[in-house]
C-alpha cells in the first residue's frame, strides 16, 4: 500500500489550499481515511477522516467548518479542502488508512495502518 500526498505550498491567512490523498494497491472504499496534520515540537494530531464506502466525516474542533474532507473511490483519491486558514493550521500533514473504520476511534493514530510521507503547508500572516 502506498499514499500519496499532495498540494501543500505556502499561502497567506485567508487562504486556500487543496490537499490530495491518492492510494495504490489497497481495497481503497474497504477503508477509512484520516488527515493529521503535525507541527513543530508539537505531537501529531488529528484533522478529519472520512469513511470511505460510506462517506461519513469526523472533524477536529479546530478545523470544522473550514475545511472539508472527500473522496472520488474510482480514483483511490482523498482530498482535504482548506478554507480560511490560519497561522495556526501551519505544519505537516499527512493521509492515513485505517482498516476498521471505528467512529471516534478514527480520531487516534493508532487506528491507522498506512501513512502518507506527508506534505507541507505554510500559512503566514
Known amino acids: 500500500v502506498q499514499l500519496q500526498a499532495s498540494g501543500g505550498g505556502l499561502v497567506q491567512t485567508g487562504d486556500s489550499l487543496r490537499l490530495s490523498c491518492a492510494a495504490s494497491?489497497?481495497?481503497?472504499?474497504?477503508?477509512?481515511m484520516g488527515w493529521f496534520r503535525q507541527a513543530p515540537g508539537k505531537e501529531r494530531e488529528f484533522v478529519a477522516s472520512?469513511?470511505?464506502?460510506?462517506?461519513?466525516?469526523i472533524y477536529s474542533d479546530s478545523v470544522k467548518g473550514r475545511f472539508t474532507i472527500s473522496r472520488v473511490n474510482g480514483k483511490n483519491t482523498a482530498f482535504l479542502q482548506m478554507n480560511s486558514l490560519k497561522n495556526d493550521d501551519t505544519a505537516g500533514y499527512y493521509c492515513?488508512?485505517?482498516?476498521?473504520?471505528?467512529?471516534?476511534?478514527?480520531?487516534?493514530?493508532?487506528?491507522?495502518?498506512?501513512w502518507g510521507q506527508g506534505t507541507l503547508v505554510t500559512v503566514s500572516s
Open positions: 492515513a488508512l485505517a482498516r476498521t473504520p471505528n467512529g471516534e476511534s478514527l480520531r487516534l493514530t493508532t487506528a491507522y495502518h498506512f
Open positions: 494497491d489497497v481495497a481503497f472504499s474497504a477503508y477509512a
Open positions: 472520512i469513511v470511505l464506502s460510506r462517506g461519513m466525516t
